[in-house]
C-alpha cells in the first residue's frame, strides 16, 4: 500500500463513510418502497372518479427516492473499493458521481420545498370534488361513484366531511344509509390529508439531510485520500 501515517487514517474512515453510505443507500431504498406500497397512501392513489384518476405528484419524489437508494448502493460499494485499492481513477470516479448525487438531491430538496403544499392540495380537491357530488340533493348519475370514493377516504384516514360542515355531512350520510357508525364521531378529512404527507414529506427531508452530511463528508475525505496517494513515494 502507498499511503501511511495521517493519510492512510483517512483512507479507513473514508471506508467507514463508504460503507455507511452504502447502508444509507438500502434504508433509503427500503423507506422507498415502503412508501410506494403503503396501504393509507396507495388505497388513496389508486382511486378514480369521473374518468380522472386520484394526483400522484407525492409518487414523484418517492421513484426519485428509489432511484437515489439504488445509485447509492452502487456509487458506495465503488467508493469502498477505491478506497482500499488506493486507486485514484475510481475514487474520482467515486467522487464525480458523488457530485452528481448531490446536485440531483438539492435539486429534489428545491422542488418538494415549492411543492410541498401540492400533494395534500390536490387530493383536497380531488376529496372535495367528489364531496360536492356525494351531497348533490338533485340525483347525480355519478353519486353513488362519489359515495363510493368518500368512503374509501374516510375508512382509510378514519375521518368524515371536510371541516366545520362535518356535522351536516354526516347527518346527510346517516340519512341516506351511507355512513358506517365508527366513523361518526370522527373530524375533518382535510386536516387528516395534511398530517398524512406532512409526516411523510419530514420522513424524506430527514433522510435527505443525513445523506446530504454523510457526502459533504465523503467528498473532503475522497479529495485529501486522492491527494495523499499522488503525494507517496510509491506513486510517480
Known amino acids: ?129 367528489a364531496y360536492i357530488k356525494a351531497v348533490d340533493v338533485t340525483g347525480s348519475p355519478s353519486k353513488d361513484a362519489a359515495i363510493s370514493v368518500l368512503g374509501a377516504f374516510h375508512t382509510t384516514l378514519n375521518c368524515c366531511g371536510k371541516g366545520e360542515d362535518t356535522p351536516l355531512f354526516m347527518q346527510h350520510l346517516v340519512l341516506t344509509g351511507t355512513l358506517p357508525t365508527p366513523l361518526r364521531d370522527k373530524g375533518s378529512c382535510h386536516r387528516e390529508l395534511v398530517a398524512l404527507f406532512s409526516e411523510k414529506l419530514h420522513l424524506i427531508g430527514l433522510a435527505a439531510l443525513v445523506v446530504a452530511v454523510i457526502m459533504i463528508f465523503e467528498m473532503i475525505f475522497t479529495m485529501v485520500l486522492c491527494c495523499g496517494i499522488r503525494n507517496s513515494p510509491g506513486v510517480y
Open 1 to 129: 500500500m502507498a499511503v501511511a501515517g495521517c493519510t492512510k487514517c483517512i483512507k479507513y474512515m473514508l471506508f467507514f463513510f463508504n460503507f455507511i453510505f452504502w447502508l444509507a443507500g438500502g434504508v433509503i431504498l427500503g423507506v422507498a418502497l415502503w412508501l410506494r406500497h403503503d396501504s393509507k397512501t396507495s388505497n388513496l392513489l389508486i382511486l378514480q372518479f369521473e374518468g380522472q384518476q386520484a394526483p400522484s405528484t407525492f409518487y414523484i419524489s418517492v421513484y426519485i427516492l428509489i432511484a437515489v437508494g439504488a445509485v447509492m448502493m452502487l456509487v458506495g460499494f465503488l467508493g469502498c473499493y477505491g478506497a482500499i485499492q488506493e486507486s485514484q481513477c475510481l475514487l474520482g470516479t467515486f467522487f464525480f458521481f458523488l457530485v452528481i448525487l448531490f446536485a440531483c438531491e438539492v435539486a429534489a430538496a428545491i422542488w418538494g420545498f415549492m411543492n410541498r403544499d401540492t400533494m395534500s392540495k390536490e387530493l383536497i380537491n380531488f376529496y372535495d370534488a
